[in-house]
């Protein structure tokens, strides 16, 4: 069964630095394409950024400039290194992991809370 686990998310302070991973098992995790979505309470799951198995990197304008998605395909995992932290930023994080040929497959992890409060 194939697993997504996060892991790095927690309390930090407005302006300041997290680094999520997510770590993949019972795929072949380099040719997925690899996402990072949140959802906040009371709104809709949003993509936040993701990168393809080449390495291309997509973010929402909202995190630009602030968060860095990237892989480590020996490692089996993806990361998020968000930093300039703000509150709007809380939110539930999770890894998801889709086959960039079978639309059907794709997979999510159980999520890492980030709250971002002074």
């Known amino acids: 069964q194939v697993q997504l686990v996060e892991s790095g998310g927690g309390l930090v302070q407005p302006g300041g630095s997290l680094k999520l991973s997510c770590a993949a098992s019972r795929i072949i995790f380099s040719i997925y394409n690899m996402g990072w979505y949140r959802q906040a309470p009371g709104k809709q799951r949003e993509l936040v950024a993701s990168?393809?198995?080449?390495?291309?990197?997509n973010y929402a304008d909202s995190v630009k400039g602030r968060f860095t998605i990237s892989r480590d395909n020996a490692k089996n995992s993806v990361y998020l290194q968000m930093n300039s932290l703000k509150p709007e930023d809380t939110a539930v994080y999770h890894c998801?992991?889709?086959?960039?040929?079978?639309?059907?497959?794709?997979?999510w992890g159980q999520g890492t809370q980030v709250t971002v409060s002074s």
């Open positions: 990168i393809t198995s080449a390495g291309t990197t």
């Open positions: 998801n992991a889709q086959d960039p040929f079978i639309k059907a497959s794709t997979f």
